[in-house]
């Protein structure tokens, strides 16, 4: 596979107060981020000119940042601003927004109380290829090994990268035995979601089961959806939900910044007939995020 890295491409990125060369958009090795995983990161999609929920992404990052223990340097507006200003320097109309931000170099110990905090965001041209007919076949995900962490071991409902160490694993782990993505259950032995999208179940009668997010990112995507689904005069249950009850389910679909609605067709031995639910929130997302509805 010939792969363009991340490090060597044209366009600008916003580092610390400026919009830079691509190229330049450079950290030292020796960054308290790079070593200790304090860094939280953003996922954002923007759809003909307009960031998704570009607002709550933003309380997002901050939130992530609190629960690691530091802080942006910088207001809301100036994140939202510099946003718009990275989309417009790469001229980006469709695409995906990584914003995120680390610990420096000032400290390179456990102790990090005195770091600076860095602010980067890089945008890329991510059409969403809209094709609902190959995207209702579905996609499949073995079950992984490693289990979502318990909110005391963790500071679960921040999106840090340190939380994504077992998410590597696992999708590798199931790439390797031909399936696309890994269900991820938590400690108790719930469902919890899949490495990076949260998961939800459409049962015989039509009623949708999602898994609580009291151990997982409470997905912009899974929030959205569910009130989508439920303008759409759908029942949504949150609860607590045990692998063997995928047997009594119909459909599956996973939601997500970069999953956007996607089907699932199995998951381990359990399979699934994406249908009519999953078609009508495919769609309903895509209205969503294009501005043709709107909740
Ligand atoms: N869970 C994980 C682990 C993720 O990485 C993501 C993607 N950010 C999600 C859930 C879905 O979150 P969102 O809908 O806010 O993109």
Same mark, same amino acid.
């Given at each position: 596979m010939a792969l363009i890295p991340f490090d060597d491409r044209d366009g600008s990125i916003y580092l610390n107060g400026e919009i830079i060369p691509w190229?330049?958009?450079?950290?030292?090795?020796?960054?308290?981020?790079?070593?200790?995983?304090?860094?939280?990161?953003?996922?954002?999609?923007?759809? @003909?000119?307009?960031?998704?929920? =570009?607002?709550? #992404? %933003?309380?997002?990052?901050? !939130?992530?940042?609190?629960?690691?223990?530091?802080?942006?340097?910088?207001?809301?507006?100036?994140?939202?601003?510099?946003?718009?200003?990275?989309?417009?320097?790469?001229?980006?109309?469709?695409?995906?927004?990584?914003?995120?931000?680390?610990?420096? @170099?000032?400290?390179?110990?456990? =102790?990090?109380? #005195? %770091?600076?905090?860095?602010? !980067?965001?890089?945008?890329?041209?991510?059409?969403?290829y809209f094709d609902p007919e190959t995207k209702m076949k579905g996609i499949t995900l073995d079950v992984a090994d490693w289990k979502r962490p318990s909110p005391e071991s963790a500071p679960v409902h921040a999106k840090a990268a340190g939380l994504y160490m077992i998410c590597t694993l696992s999708k590798h782990a199931a790439e390797k035995k031909g399936f696309q993505?890994?269900?991820?259950?938590?400690?108790?032995?719930?469902?919890?979601?899949?490495?990076?999208?949260?998961?939800?179940f459409v049962d015989d009668e039509g009623v949708i089961h999602t898994p609580i997010a009291d151990c997982f990112l409470n997905g912009i995507t899974r929030q959205t959806v569910s009130k989508l689904a439920k303008s759409l005069q759908m029942k949504v249950v949150e609860r607590h939900i045990k692998p063997e009850e995928m047997a009594n389910m119909k459909e599956c679909f996973l939601t997500g910044t970069a999953a956007e609605v996607t089907p699932v067709s199995r998951i381990g031995d359990y399979e699934f007939t994406p249908a009519k639910t999953s078609r009508s929130l495919v769609d309903g997302y895509e209205d969503l995020v294009r501005g043709r509805i709107s909740l």
């Open positions: 190229r330049d958009a450079k950290t030292h090795t020796l960054s308290h981020g790079l070593h200790y995983a304090s860094l939280v990161f953003e996922g954002e999609r923007a759809y @003909s000119g307009t960031i998704f929920e =570009s607002r709550l #992404h %933003t309380e997002r990052l901050r !939130a992530s940042c609190k629960f690691l223990d530091f802080d942006i340097p910088i207001s809301d507006e100036e994140i939202e601003a510099a946003k718009q200003a990275v989309l417009e320097a790469n001229g980006i109309v469709d695409g995906y927004i990584r914003a995120f931000c680390w610990r420096g @170099s000032e400290m390179m110990a456990i =102790s990090a109380q #005195h %770091t600076t905090t860095h602010v !980067a965001i890089a945008a890329w041209e991510w059409p969403s993505d890994a269900l991820m259950l938590d400690y108790r032995g719930y469902i919890a979601e899949a490495t990076g999208a949260n998961v939800f």
